[in-house]
């Protein structure tokens, strides 16, 4: 089946505010801390990648002058 237009599987990226940014990088800290010590280094490179990501896109978003 093909995906219709506007659907979740048409391979674009999901859209996140701040909310959920500072949900998932808790989420991704919290799950890195409960690694235990034989995690592939891969496995543990992508998640800080990700963490810093996040760290990233929260900064340059708080940064951002607000108009309402």
Do not use: F, H, Y
């Amino acid at each position: 089946m093909r995906a219709m237009d506007g659907q979740r599987s048409d391979n674009k990226p999901l859209k996140r505010n701040d909310v959920e940014k500072r949900k998932a990088l808790l989420q991704l800290e919290a799950a890195l801390a409960a690694l235990g010590p034989k995690p592939t280094p891969g496995l543990r490179d992508t998640m800080e990648k990700r963490i810093r990501e996040l760290k990233a896109e929260l900064a340059e978003g708080s940064s951002k002058p607000r108009t309402r």
